[in-house]
Antibody, heavy 122, light 107 residues
Framework: QVQLQESGPGVVKPSETLSLTCTVS????????WSWIRQPPGKGLEWIGY???????NSNPSLKSRVTISVDTSKNQISLKLSSVTAADTAVYYC????????????????WGQGTLVTVSS | DIQMTQSPSSVSASVGDRVTITCRAS??????LVWYQQKPGKAPKLLIY???SLQSGVPSRFSGSGSGTDFTLTISSLQPEDFATYYC?????????FGQGTKLEIK
């Protein structure tokens, strides 16, 4: 059974870059889409972006200029960098995997990490 | 972006009740609709994909229907473990967008 685990600093200062890593165990990164989603405390879900198994990426236009997503197949890890953070970026950040292999239905999320809370505060 | 609107925002029900949650897309998304269940402090869990396909391991009391712009999630007989928040998400186009959530509470 595939498992995803997010890791990174729990507190980031305003204007700095938020950096998170998602480590995948029990399965390969290859052939799937890997996404980052966030959820501000007490609020709903927002899709940040994804990286495909081939390395192509796409980010939410609302965040696009600040987001970098990459995949390291040698380490079975997916990373997220979000630059110039503000208090509005305080949220639980989740990584997730597409339900099925390949390009078909890449945006249905079948497996999620437990999430990690990142607070933007000086 | 495609807007997803769920109703109701919250609902109170009893164990054994039948509950229906609706989700409306601001434009047609064919059957590219996913339903998730989220419990407090936990990650969302996929219940239904492609509008009506039940994810492996999900109880058969959960069902989904609809296409185009209007979709429903039905729980046929509520169990204690079903009290949670439910989200719909369109998987038709980027960026994927979620409904605001429906909180299912115990009456």
């Amino acid at each position: 059974q595939v498992q995803l685990q997010e890791s990174g600093p729990g507190v980031v200062k305003p204007s700095e870059t938020l950096s998170l890593t998602c480590t995948v165990s029990g399965g390969s990164i290859s052939s799937y889409y890997w996404s980052w989603i966030r959820q501000p405390p007490g609020k709903g879900l927002e899709w940040i972006g994804y990286s495909s198994y081939s390395g192509s990426t796409n980010s939410n236009p609302s965040l696009k200029s600040r987001v970098t997503i990459s995949v390291d197949t040698s380490k079975n890890q997916i990373s997220l960098k979000l630059s110039s953070v503000t208090a509005a970026d305080t949220a639980v950040y989740y990584c997730a995997r597409s339900l099925i292999m390949g390009d078909y239905d890449a945006l249905s999320l079948g497996y999620w990490g437990q999430g990690t809370l990142v607070t933007v505060s000086s | 972006d495609i807007q997803m609107t769920q109703s109701p925002s919250s609902v109170s029900a009893s164990v054994g009740d039948r509950v229906t949650i609706t989700c409306r897309a601001s434009q047609g998304i064919s059957s590219w609709l996913v339903w998730y269940q989220q419990k407090p402090g936990k990650a969302p869990k996929l219940l239904i994909y492609a509008a009506s396909s039940l994810q492996s391991g999900v109880p058969s009391r959960f069902s989904g229907s609809g296409s185009g712009t209007d979709f429903t999630l039905t729980i046929s007989s509520l169990q204690p473990e079903d009290f949670a928040t439910y989200y719909c998400q369109q998987a038709n186009s980027f960026p994927p967008t979620f409904g605001q959530g429906t909180k299912l509470e115990i009456k």
